[in-house]
């Protein structure tokens, strides 16, 4: 059994040096638990941080009952539900308001919500050389499941993704929560049944892609950059969505999403996308030409492209770009130099 699923058997005779070795070697898991938990990447990196100042501060208090591995994620569980106790919860646009119809679309930025944020698949995805595995993972940090994960009180949300995605058995779940396996078993039937009234729109993984989905990204690719919109539209759902947080816009429909680009977002047209991944799913740096007239392209949005059947059935643009290039190693810019490497 390995470290993604189950909690290794760590021995209680494990040194300071010993939790160290711990913690460095659970980090990215115990960050994709706490991403699932609250829906951002940079809520979860404090989460973990502060669960390792608890972890340092408890450890002579350790008494070995369980794997040190899941004492680690008790401490991170109490720290998400610390974190959640607040009540809110991160959004999508779809989650707030009806879609919007392009002739009448306007860019209304909502201060006072929490969105849901991307991150980086290496920040939440350990390493595994099991395919079923890494597909499973991927799947559970996709932006639908997570967005999902959000309409579900903390705790089932912590025994949801406990038992269904880490697959740890009850009896475990209920010693972290301190609560009793029918209370665990309850929990886990309502979320269930909760998600399943939610309709989470399916979605495939990216990295490794398979050959029609490189094709799909790359006739993507192309016709953004081209901005042949007419070409686009071929390679999106009839009812696909276009959303562009932190404004609460989102459109639904080739036909409306077609129309912003010519209209609302012509903007774009000159664009230049630089490949990443994003939430088990492709993804692109999105750089729009500079507005004082000057060679290069500046940072616009990360687009992380939600993929069913051979069509895009999400395109969601990120635009706070000076948190998001720099948390997925984008370059600042994009110059002279880098447009004749690409064209090479």
């Not at 058997?9 to 494990?14: L, Q, R």
């Not at 399916?202 to 953004?224: H, I, M, N, T, V």
């Not at 390679?235 to 639904?252: G, I, N, Q, T, Y």
Request: hydrophobic fraction near 40%; charged fraction near 25%; glycine fraction near 6%.
């Amino acid at each position: 059994m390995n470290d993604l699923t189950t909690p290794e058997a760590d021995t209680a005779a494990e040194t300071e040096a010993g939790l160290d070795a711990a913690m460095r070697r659970h980090r990215v898991e115990l960050t994709g638990y706490c991403y699932r938990m609250l829906g951002s990447a940079f809520d979860a990196e404090d989460a973990v941080q502060e669960t390792y100042v608890r972890a340092w501060r408890a450890f002579e208090k350790f008494e070995g009952r369980s794997s040190l591995r899941s004492w680690l994620y008790r401490i991170a569980t109490n720290v998400c539900l610390d974190l959640l106790s607040a009540g809110k919860k991160r959004a999508r646009p779809m989650d707030l308001t009806a879609p919007q119809h392009q002739a009448s679309a306007v860019l209304n930025e909502r201060s006072e919500v929490t969105w849901l944020e991307p991150v980086p698949d290496g920040r939440v995805l350990p390493q595994t050389a099991d395919p079923a595995e890494l597909a499973l993972a991927k799947e559970s940090v996709r932006l639908a499941f997570v967005a999902a994960l959000q309409h579900l009180p903390a705790k089932q949300r912590a025994v949801l993704i406990l038992r269904e995605v880490l697959a740890w058995k009850a009896e475990e779940v209920a010693r972290l929560l301190d609560t009793t396996v029918a209370s665990v078993n309850s929990a886990l039937q309502r979320a269930r049944a909760t998600l399943a009234g939610r309709e989470v729109r399916a979605s495939e993984p990216a990295d490794p892609l398979d050959g029609e989905q490189a094709k799909l990204l790359e006739r993507y690719l192309s016709a953004f950059e081209a901005y042949d919109i007419s070409r686009l539209t071929t390679l999106l759902h009839e009812d696909a969505v276009l959303s562009m947080p932190p404004f609460d816009l989102w459109l639904r429909g080739h036909e409306d999403i077609a129309a912003w680009h010519l209209n609302q977002g012509i903007g774009c047209k000159g664009s230049r996308l630089v490949a990443t991944t994003a939430n088990g799913l492709p993804a692109f740096g999105q750089y729009r030409p500079r507005e004082d007239g000057k060679p290069g392209h500046v940072p616009w949005a990360l687009q992380v492209l939600e993929i069913s059947e051979g069509k895009i059935v999400g395109l969601n643009a990120f635009l706070d770009t000076d948190r998001w290039f720099p948390l997925f190693d984008l370059p600042e810019q994009l110059d002279e130099s880098y447009e004749v490497q690409q064209g090479a």
